[in-house]
C-alpha cells in the first residue's frame, strides 16, 4: 500500500515496509541474491543528489552520441515498416495487392488511378519501452559507462516512440514517464546525479514499469533490465516478471553477477537476455534484442 507525503525535495511516496527476513534472504550490506520481505519507496530522482564527476560526465556524453541502433529500412510514407499487417492506398511501397479490396474500388471506378489499388503493408506502431537501470552500490566503473550508452542508444531508436526510464536500488525514482519528451543528455546528467546505494531490489522497478505499461497494447509493450542481477532486496522478482507483457534482460557481467537469475527473468517475462561486458556490447545486444 502506498502512502502519500512531503519531503524536502517535494512529494515522495512510499509503501509498506515490512522488515522481517525470508528463510536464505541476505544480511543487509550483502550482495548475494535473497529475497527479503522489504517493499521499495519511490523517491523523487533529485533526492540526495551529488555533483556528476566531470571527467564521467563528458565520458558518457561522448559514448551516447557515438551510439546507434541500427533501423530498418522505412519508406517515404514514414508508418511502413515492422508492424502488423494492414490494407493501404499503393504509393510505391508494396507489391502484395489485397484483390478483395481492390476489386470493391475497381468497382466503383473503371479507370483508376495508382492509388486505387490497396496492397497489404506492415504498418508500423508505436513502441512503449520502459527502461529499468540498476544504480545501486554494485553499479560502478565500467557500469556507468554501459548504463550511459543504453540510455543514449535508447533514447536515440525510440525518438519516434514512447520511452520511460526508471532507476532502481533498494528503492526507485522515476526519471522519464512513459511518452514524455526525451532529451537524452539531461536524462544521461540526472542519472549520473544519482548516488550509487543500497542493496538491489529488482521487483520494485518491475513492478513500476508494470503501471507505466498498464495502458499500452501487449504487442507494443516491453520492459528492459539493466542489471547484474544480484537481488538481494524485495520480494522474488520473477512473480512480476512473469505479469509483463514482455521483459528482455540486459546482464552485466563486468563484476559480481546472477546470470541465471537475469536469464530466469527473460525467459518468465517472455523475452530474451544478452550478456553485456562493456558499453561496446549494448547497441548490438539492443539491436538483437529489438529483432527477436
Known amino acids: 500500500m502506498f502512502e502519500a507525503g512531503n ?4 512529494m ?31 523517491v523523487l530522482a533529485s533526492a540526495d543528489a551529488v555533483e556528476a564527476d566531470p571527467r564521467v560526465r563528458v565520458r558518457a556524453r561522448e ?14 510514407t514514414g508508418r511502413r515498416g515492422s508492424g ?28 483508376p488511378d495508382d492509388e486505387d489499388i490497396v496492397v497489404r503493408d506492415r504498418v508500423r506502431t508505436v513502441r512503449s ?21 543504453t540510455v543514449g542508444a535508447l533514447a536515440g531508436e525510440l525518438q519516434h516512440d514512447a520511452l520511460g526510464v526508471i532507476a532502481f536500488w533498494s528503492d526507485a525514482a522515476i526519471l522519464l514517464n512513459l511518452g514524455d519528451p526525451v532529451e537524452p543528455l539531461d536524462l544521461l546528467d540526472t542519472m549520473l546525479r544519482m548516488p550509487a546505494r543500497g542493496l538491489t531490489n529488482i521487483s520494485f522497478p518491475l513492478e513500476l514499469a508494470s503501471r507505466q ?13 539493466l542489471s547484474d542481477c544480484v537481488h538481494n532486496a524485495g520480494p522474488d522478482p520473477r512473480e512480476i516478471a512473469a ?16 546470470i541465471e537469475l537475469g536469464r530466469e527473468l527473460a ?13 561496446r556490447d549494448v547497441a548490438p545486444a539492443l539491436t538483437a534484442l529489438f529483432q527477436s
Open 7 to 10: 519531503s524536502g525535495a517535494g
Open 12 to 42: 515522495v511516496f512510499t509503501a509498506d515496509r515490512e522488515r522481517s527476513r525470508r528463510g536464505g534472504a541476505s544480511a543487509k550490506g550483502a550482495t548475494a541474491s535473497g529475497t527479503t520481505d522489504e517493499s521499495g519507496v519511490l
Open 63 to 76: 559514448i551516447a552520441a557515438r551510439l546507434a541502433i541500427r533501423r530498418p529500412h522505412t519508406d517515404a
Open 84 to 111: 502488423s499487417l494492414a490494407s493501404m492506398p499503393y504509393r510505391g511501397g508494396s507489391d502484395e495487392i489485397d484483390l478483395d479490396k481492390t476489386i470493391e474500388v475497381l468497382a466503383e471506378r473503371p479507370y
Open 129 to 149: 519501452v520502459v527502461l529499468a537501470i540498476d544504480v545501486s552500490g554494485s553499479m560502478k566503473g565500467e557500469r556507468v559507462q554501459t548504463a550511459a550508452a
Open 213 to 225: 505499461l498498464a495502458r499500452v497494447p501487449s504487442r507494443d509493450a516491453r520492459v528492459i533490465l
Open 243 to 258: 505479469r509483463l507483457p514482455r521483459l528482455d534482460v540486459l546482464i552485466d557481467v563486468s563484476g559480481e553477477k546472477d
Open 267 to 279: 525467459k518468465v517475462g517472455r523475452g530474451s537476455s544478452r550478456i553485456v561486458r562493456t558499453y
